[in-house]
């Protein structure tokens, strides 16, 4: 079992206990750190980087990971680190998996792995070219719900897929400065996982048009700068299919992420806003507990997805979700993106051109 080293050609052995870094010491990189440290056998926490002073060093002490720094190349220069978990700002991605694969570090990104098609395939080539692993954050895939959904589509038990939803509605109530979220993140960094879901969804399908409505219902005085709340797109694949995405920023009754799949001789559904199957039943009527937090609901998918990225480095497999896989759902996000400047259909060949 092999892994590229930093310098380019030469390869050396993995050790038993896989070293891994986080890049970006926010929420999500804070919630990859600690399942590495602590939830994944035969991998550790060796290093924590985040510009921001103090908060690499904050993260480092509570995980045990020996290096903490702001300066990223510090973890990339280092032989003794086997990949990397960039969960840095979706802007900064691309040019940290071409950092981190030109190290030769194997490496997994939260979505989306770039906001243009053109650095998208700028990843994918730096990727290919040093030999090293690459997986996307796509989290939905690896929740069980999901995955026996897709088993049961893989199985021919629905038929052939022909209406397709998936849904994110973010919880409530919606509290983030809208200055401070960058244009399109509805579609860039919300409705991407549900456009991974569809296509996920509809195996050897691949999406031809999209049509998209989003307006500002939750902060409209936000609208003139740019800031989007809620959409519904519309999706055509070529095997006919018909799939809807929506999204929302402001479900108050908590996070909210669920797929249906109907076919020709079935239908399935995955995903519950409830974040057991507990129900009480008392004297102010019947209560569910239901998610605040991504990471509370999809918990399961997280340690899932960071376990097959182990996986994969160790047995120098394919990864589970691809750049390849980002390409097609970001070419629907930014299909969409059109859609709404132009309030019209737009197709794939469209923004792919």
């Known amino acids: 079992m092999v892994v590229a080293d930093n310098s380019p050609g030469r390869l050396r052995p993995v050790p038993h206990t896989l070293r891994l870094a986080t890049i970006g010491a926010g929420r999500i990189g804070s919630n990859h750190a600690a399942i590495v440290a602590r939830h994944i056998p035969g ?10 002073p103090g908060a690499a060093e904050r993260l480092a002490t509570e995980l045990d990971a020996p290096l903490a720094t702001t300066d990223v190349a510090e973890v990339l220069d280092r032989n003794d680190i086997d990949g990397v978990l960039i969960t840095a700002p979706a802007r900064a991605h691309t040019e940290l998996v071409v950092a981190a694969a030109g190290a030769g570090k194997h490496i997994f990104v939260e979505k989306p792995m770039a906001v243009t098609l053109a650095d998208a395939d700028r990843a994918i080539a730096a990727v290919e070219a040093a030999g090293v692993v690459l997986q ?4 939905r895939r690896f929740a069980p719900g999901f995955a026996a959904a897709r088993a049961a589509i893989d199985e021919q038990r629905i038929g052939t897929p022909q209406l397709l939803r998936s849904l994110t509605r973010d919880p409530g109530p919606f509290t983030a400065d809208p200055a401070r979220i960058p244009q399109w993140t509805i579609f860039l960094e919300t409705l991407i996982h549900d456009f991974d879901t569809l296509c996920w969804f509809n195996p050897g399908a691949a999406p031809l048009s999209v049509h998209a409505t989003a307006d500002a219902l939750v902060r409209p005085d936000a609208k003139a700068q740019g800031h989007l709340d809620t959409a519904v797109v519309t999706v055509r694949f070529d095997n006919g299919a018909i799939a809807t995405a929506e999204a929302s920023f402001c479900a108050l009754y908590g996070y909210d992420v669920r797929a249906e799949v109907f076919g020709s001789e079935g239908m399935v559904t995955a995903g519950d806003a409830r974040t057991t199957n507990m129900t009480f039943h008392g004297a102010q009527g019947i209560h569910i507990d239901t998610a605040r937090r991504d990471t509370d609901l999809l918990r399961e998918a997280y340690v899932g997805e960071l376990t097959a990225f182990a996986d994969a480095v160790r047995h120098k497999s394919p990864a589970a979700v691809t750049g390849h ?10 299909a969409a993106i059109r859609s709404v400047e132009t309030d019209r259909p737009v197709t794939i060949a469209e923004v792919t051109a």
């Open 43 to 52: 991998v550790t926490l060796a290093a924590v980087s985040d510009p921001v």
């Open 136 to 139: 996307v954050g796509f989290n």
């Open 325 to 334: 896989d980002a390409r097609r759902a970001l070419s629907i996000a930014l």
